[in-house]
């Protein structure tokens, strides 16, 4: 299981996203029902531009979606989650 710690949570239109730092290092995969936190989230991902204080990119940070918008509350800043368990198998996989 991969860890992240969450470091923003905000809305946009209908949807709500969690912004998380990867916490442990390597790939991850996200199955065709992914949990973050115990949360559904959409199979979808996001790198946004993030900038460390040296000026390099930081690619340890993702946005994710949630599946429902009203889930958002289920999760804080500063709360350190996990990505869920390996795909079962079947189950299509997307590797980041």
Known sequence: MTRFCVEALF???RDAYVLVR???PGDFALADNPLLGGVPIRRWLSQPRKIKPDGSPDFSVFAFVFASGSDADR?????VVELGDE???GDQVMKV
């Open 11 to 13: 809305r946009r239109s």
């Open 22 to 24: 990867q916490i442990d």
């Open 75 to 79: 999760l804080h800043v500063g709360d």
């Open 87 to 89: 795909p079962a198998s």
